[in-house]
């Protein structure tokens, strides 16, 4: 795709960052409307979960897909159609009359929001001269962040206001933007030929993300050693060395993983999902410990999340700026090395940490991320042919779609056993305080007899009022082990970043959106 030297990829930027913005919050809004929503709709928390599981799903076996389907109908025809089509699902999710209804109206919305991700950052990175595609990736990072941000906060208020309705219906107006002025300023180009269909490279691939995504789903609920999830996990596993083996023995395959045999490409998918791992898993624990160790609101919580994630935003930009004038892995290591030690410090937060301490670690931690993120993708995608960069995309947000899942679902896990592990310690070592259990009881006795607590109940609630100690006690114990774990992955990261390449990009020809 040529470019006008004079700056004409500004509009069209404007354009595909509306479309991330668009996508990035649905991640964020539906979660503070499951309430209303169960409410609204009768149904229980069983059932509503599904309409998250079943747009996750769909997202994610959609995206692999993008280089083959951008191949087939030029990558600008597919932002738009993907885009039409994830705003028409989110105006049905806003219509839907009960439950079945939301979930396959969140089945068609995941349809169009799946390949949105992978061709936002294709297209910033086609668009963009070799010299500024750090620069798009700050963008593009900042769209998702920007929508992140505001999702809970600006969900919150519609719900409040108007209903949970309004959180979908808020999606059009911006998908409407963003797919007017694509379709008005993205140029005309030819794109590569389309490639035959792989059925069973189709297939194959599809079986092995829904059935795995479905096994971490529903791990917790039907235990991870049950039947059920172990058949899952196997079969996946079958289905995924099936994919591999027909992608590597076929000349056009569905989805080109000879990509991994880039070093650095295969050592950026590495890091991306380690990196996820570690932002989802915390993105996931801060919100519940802020609230049940720090006694914060709902609302409060949310607050703490929007300064930091605006900050992240701006500062991707930056530090994508800055991955164009030095070798990106520089930026990476020193995002990293600051990540583990805000981790490390959040391992050691007691239940006396202020208010400016929270909100300045996780600003800090913001900005370390910040400095992941755009140089990781930079230094992922530079050394990649351009008629692949869409494919690469696709992969690699694969990768980060996949670490989501499964960081939710392991932290949720790992809290409730480590909980339970400090639980008994805490039981058997009479260690709540100094001088033990037996002073601990006298004490909050003492305190209940002041409130005019009577005799007859005083026993029962002396006995409940410890036990809440004790639970909290384990709940922050349990909260730190988490975070040290994260902060030794983090540091584990630095390892792959030390096997990428470094140097400059290397100029190639544009390519083309396809119209």
């Known amino acids: 795709m040529d470019q006008d030297p004079r700056g004409s990829q500004w509009w069209p930027t404007v354009g595909v960052m509306l479309g991330a913005v668009t996508v990035s919050l649905s991640y964020g809004v539906l979660g503070v409307a499951i309430p209303s929503m169960m409410s609204s709709l009768s149904t229980d928390l069983e059932r509503i979960q599904w309409a998250s599981t079943a747009y996750s799903i769909v997202q994610a076996v959609l995206i692999p897909a993008v ?19 994830f705003i028409t699902g989110s105006a049905l999710c806003g219509l839907a009359w009960d439950i079945n209804s939301l979930i396959v109206f969140r089945v068609l919305q995941g349809i169009g929001g799946g390949p949105i991700s992978p061709l936002s950052m294709s297209m910033l990175y086609s668009i963009f001269p070799p010299e500024k595609r750090g620069l798009a990736m700050g963008l593009y990072n900042f ?5 992140q941000a505001i999702a809970p906060t600006l969900g919150g208020h519609l719900i409040e206001v108007l209903s949970w309705r309004a959180i979908f219906y808020i999606n059009v107006p911006v998908g409407l933007l963003s797919l007017g002025i694509v379709l008005g300023t993205m140029p005309k180009g030819q794109d590569q030929r389309a490639r035959r269909f792989d059925a069973l490279g189709v297939f194959s691939m599809a079986s092995f993300v829904t059935l795995f995504l479905l096994a971490i789903s529903e791990g917790r609920r039907y235990g991870w050693g049950s039947q059920m999830i172990l058949t899952l996990f196997a ?20 989805v080109e993983i000879r990509l991994y045999t880039n070093v650095p490409f295969a050592m950026g998918c590495v890091i991306v999902f380690l990196n996820t791992f ?16 720090f006694h914060y609101t709902p609302f409060q919580t949310g607050l703490f999340f ?23 892995k520089l930026l990476l290591i020193v995002g990293l090395l600051v990540l583990t030690y805000v981790s490390f410090l959040f391992s050691a937060l007691d239940v006396w940490a202020t208010t400016g301490t929270l909100l300045g670690l996780i600003i800090l931690r913001r900005l370390a991320q910040a400095f992941c993120h755009s140089p990781l993708t930079t230094a992922t995608l530079r050394g990649i042919p351009e008629e692949q960069v869409r494919m690469a995309s696709g992969l690699f947000s ?15 896990t790992l809290l409730e056993h480590r909980e339970e592990v400090h639980t008994d310690l805490l039981s058997q070592q009479q260690t709540l305080y100094p001088l033990g259990t037996q002073v601990a009881v006298e004490t909050i006795r003492g305190v209940l007899a ?13 006995a409940g009022v410890l036990r809440q100690l004790l639970s909290a006690e384990a709940g922050l114990a349990a909260y730190q082990d988490l975070f040290f774990i994260f902060a030794v992955l983090t540091l584990f990261s630095v390892i792959p970043v030390l096997l990428m390449q470094g140097g400059k990009a290397r100029p190639h020809a544009k390519v083309a959106t396809g119209e």
């Open 235 to 254: 079969v996946s596993g079958v289905s995924l060395a099936t994919f591999v083996v027909a992608e590597l023995r076929t000349r056009q395959p569905f």
């Open 306 to 328: 929007l300064p930091p994630a605006l900050v992240m935003g701006t500062t991707s930009i930056l530090a994508g700026r800055l991955s164009d004038k030095m070798q990106p």
């Open 67 to 85: 280089g083959w389907l951008g191949a087939r109908l030029g990558t600008k025809r597919l932002f738009l159609l993907s885009t039409l089509i």
């Open 450 to 462: 002041q409130d005019g607590t009577m005799d007859g109940i005083l026993a029962q609630k002396t």
């Open 143 to 147: 769209g998702f962040s920007f929508g």
């Open 278 to 293: 570690e932002f989802r898993g915390s993105h996931f624990l801060m919100p519940i410990m802020f609230q049940r160790i």
């Open 398 to 412: 694969l990768h980060r779609t996949l670490a989501g899942t499964v960081a939710t679902a392991v932290a949720a």
